[in-house]
């Protein structure tokens, strides 16, 4: 049985092991530019539309050279609705225009445009930093556990942060629900990636168990 989940939890990081962050091209670091990436990442990914899409469109903004908050407040709605066009992410595209410049406006006057100040003021704790995340006028609760599923990889004090979406795809493929027990089947650095690929798992209707373990043999 201990096999069997081990040959498992191999085939979920080999087939859906990539980060959201990582998809969108942010090489997450404990660094003001990088933490704000994905703060623009989950604000995108926070609304009902594909993760896909999603990531595209904050490509196509980090590509405009919105990459701070500053960038970002400077740009005029219509610049960052045609940046989100670009990415086809056209059916929130005003509203999260607006969203993103008052975002950006938020960062500045509140962290100074350094989301580790957020962090020093949380002081390790889940509770507070939700709350100040949820401040931003584009994130919700669910974009506060997108931000801490992958945040915890440069911020430990927030890990394991496994949340119910991640949860929902254990128990898909047959993995413990448990967040402690889960995150004991891989390294320490892998928790982020394994939770993304639960999540990815979770809204794959094609994943299957016995798949992933085969893929998982065939990359020995």
């Given at each position: 049985m201990a096999e069997r989940s081990t040959e498992l939890v191999r085939g979920l990081l080999n087939g859906y092991g990539t980060t959201f962050a990582e998809e969108a091209g942010i090489r997450l670091?404990?660094?003001p530019g990088?933490?704000?990436?994905?703060?623009v990442l989950t604000t995108l990914l926070s609304?009902?539309?594909?993760?896909?899409?999603?990531?595209?469109?904050?490509?196509?903004l980090f590509a405009a050279g919105y990459r701070t908050p500053q960038a970002m407040a400077r740009a005029s709605?219509?610049?960052r609705v045609d940046a989100?066009?670009?990415?086809?992410?056209?059916?929130y595209d005003e509203r999260t225009a607006r969203m993103l410049g008052d975002e950006a406006q938020l960062c500045l006057e509140r962290w100074r445009g350094d989301l580790r100040r957020?962090?020093?003021e949380a002081?390790?704790?889940?509770?507070?930093?939700r709350s100040m995340l949820i401040e931003f006028s584009g994130i919700g609760p669910t974009g506060a556990d997108i931000f801490l599923r992958e945040v915890q990889g440069v911020w430990p004090e927030f890990r394991p942060y496994l949340d119910r979406k991640v949860t929902a795809g254990a128990a898909k493929v047959g993995l413990p629900a448990a967040p402690d027990a889960l995150a004991r089947s891989v390294r320490a650095a892998e928790v982020p990636?394994?939770?993304?690929?639960?999540?990815?798992?979770?809204?794959?209707?094609?994943?299957?168990?016995?798949?992933?373990?085969?893929?998982a043999r065939s990359r020995r």
């Open positions: 670091a404990d660094k990088p933490l704000y990436q994905l703060l609304a009902r539309i594909s993760a896909g899409v999603a990531v595209a469109a904050a490509r196509a709605w219509q610049q989100l066009g670009r990415g086809h992410y056209r059916r957020m962090r020093a002081d390790g704790e889940v509770r507070p930093m990636r394994l939770a993304s690929a639960l999540v990815r798992v979770a809204l794959d209707r094609t994943a299957h168990p016995d798949e992933l373990r085969r893929a």
